[in-house]
């Protein structure tokens, strides 16, 4: 039923010319990557809360804004941003009552039992070198998940040493933003 109320809205955004008002390029204004939480109570908050509008950075997100290794998708996304795109500064926000924070894993396998994955499935994924725990773990303060991030990033192999990379977290109630870790 929501995506069918999308559609619909879609066609109307389409035919109005609404799309108009946000024509930009695909090089980021502000040269910048933001890497974010996907939390829905950020999807207009952050940008309100730093001006930032349409066209001015690379928005990226995943669960807890969280890096764990140096090429997943998010660091290959980061470096075609820097090499392709012309950012020259990536800033990693977290955002304070994250759900990834004190994630319970077992918890997390026993929801997805009981939503139909199959053991055997849950097994095969282990038996196949992938750490369940490792991969869905979450953390136990938002500063040092974005610190852990952050020195992903910085001392990345592939990133040019001019690129600045800092860390942030914001309030999800009040949009209130306090630096965790700022690069010269």
């Not at 001015?56 to 795109?85: C, H, Q, T």
Request: charged share 30%; proline share 3%; net charge negative.
């Amino acid at each position: 039923m929501h995506l069918e109320e999308m559609l619909e809205y879609n066609k109307k955004f389409v035919a109005g010319k609404e799309y108009e008002q946000y024509t930009t390029d695909s090089i980021p204004n502000k040269r910048m990557v933001i890497f974010t939480c996907m939390e829905s109570r950020l999807v207009e908050l952050l940008p309100r809360a730093l001006n930032i509008q349409n066209g001015d950075v690379k928005m990226l997100k995943n669960a807890g804004a969280i890096i764990r290794k140096p090429f997943d998708s998010i660091m290959k996304s980061i470096l075609v941003a820097i090499y392709e795109l012309k950012a020259e500064e990536v800033t990693v926000i977290g955002h304070h009552d994250c759900g990834m924070s004190h994630v319970d894993t077992t918890s997390l396998y026993d929801k997805m039992t009981e939503r139909g994955i199959k053991d055997k499935t849950l097994l095969t994924i282990k038996n196949s070198g992938i750490d369940f725990e490792e991969e869905f773990h979450g953390f136990d303060t938002v500063e040092e998940s974005v610190e852990q991030s952050v020195s992903i990033i910085r001392n990345h192999p592939l990133l040019p040493a001019h690129i600045k990379v800092h860390g942030l977290v914001i309030d999800p109630g009040t949009g209130k933003v306090d630096v965790v870790t700022k690069d010269r």
